[in-house]
């Protein structure tokens, strides 16, 4: 009988030698190096140079000093400050969940197949969100105005006595009505690309199981989104603090409802460019900046976990 010889190990190989290895070392960094270079080039030298400059202050004997963080004392004891934070809360807390909720009831309303000319639906409240937002925000501003506007029209036609959305009182709303109307069909595009991908198994399984329509929205589409609806909540929070635009361009047309110290960033804007406070104006910016990234991560935080 032949006896099966176990198989001869073969020679181990030898180690490439050091440049062969140093080049294979490099090549991720030559991919990813161009990402890197504009990465920190427009990210994060802009934060560190407002960094920098939110150390020193200008004085009219000495020049420019460094004052160490005498300018972040003073930003939190600034009443312009927080009465600009307060305000954008306010729209934070009001006017997000609204267009969230409206963006999810039209994402909804589009996946459930009963909706006819749902092509044509889809492209109408996506098309608000390709116009410019000062485009957009021009267009708002003299449908609000009560001279010359929709709104005196409609005073003058039918003899009635509307208020103004101009006013003190209501410009916040009217702006919220312009920010709702602009990104409506953004979210709403990205809650129906999430529930096109939801596995078509799940809902025969709700079908075989007898489930209505509210329960398979309750149990199946809501939590496969919960991804999509934390990251369009936490792309809104950014951008309510980062309100701006709107009440920017809407100013000459309520100059007395809207001050330069209205949102924070508009707040930034006016001490750097009209009062020439540039030490400043980089403290409430980064103020603001740590504000707006602590908060997105508790709603992240908090999304992530329910996902759990």
């Avoid at 934070?85 to 589009?110: D, E, K, N, T, Y």
């Avoid at 492209?123 to 929709?150: N, S």
């Avoid at 409609?154 to 509307?162: E, K, M």
Wanted: aromatic letters at 12%; proline letters at 6%; glycine letters at 8%.
């Amino acid at each position: 009988m032949t006896t099966l010889q176990p198989p001869v190990d073969a020679e181990p190989r030898p180690a490439p030698p050091p440049a062969r290895r140093d080049r294979r070392s490099w090549t991720g960094w030559g991919f990813i190096g161009p990402f890197v270079a504009v990465f920190a080039l427009v990210f994060l030298a802009p934060i560190a140079y407002s960094i920098y400059l939110s150390l020193f202050r200008d004085q009219l004997i000495g020049g420019t000093t460094f004052v160490g963080l005498d300018n972040y004392e003073q930003a939190l004891q600034d009443d312009r400050f927080w009465a600009a934070l307060g305000r954008v809360s306010l729209f934070l807390c009001v006017q997000v969940p609204i267009m969230l909720g409206i963006a999810l009831l039209v994402a909804l309303a589009l996946d459930s197949g009963r909706l006819y000319g749902k092509g044509f639906f889809r492209i109408t409240i996506f098309l608000p969100y390709a116009v410019p937002a000062v485009v957009a925000t021009l267009m708002w501003g003299f449908m609000y105005g009560t001279k010359y506007g929709l709104v005196g029209d409609i005073n003058g036609a039918f003899d009635v006595s509307l208020p103004d959305p101009l006013s003190p009182d209501l410009v916040l709303a009217s702006i919220g009505n312009i920010v709702t109307w602009e990104f409506v069909g953004y979210n709403m595009l990205i809650f129906y690309s999430a529930l096109r991908v939801v596995p078509n198994s799940l809902y025969e399984a709700a079908e075989i199981d007898g489930a209505g329509q509210i329960r398979v929205i309750t149990a199946i589409k809501l939590p496969a989104i919960r991804g999509a609806l934390v990251i369009a909540t936490i792309f809104s929070i950014i951008g309510s603090f980062q309100l701006f635009n709107e009440p920017n361009i809407l100013r000459p047309l309520a100059r007395n409802a809207l001050t330069t110290d209205y949102t924070p960033n508009f707040y930034t804007y006016s001490l750097s460019f009209n009062g020439q406070q540039h030490n400043y104006s980089a403290t409430v910016a980064i103020i603001m900046g740590l504000i707006t990234m602590v908060i997105a991560y508790v709603v992240q935080l908090r999304g992530m976990r329910k996902g759990a």
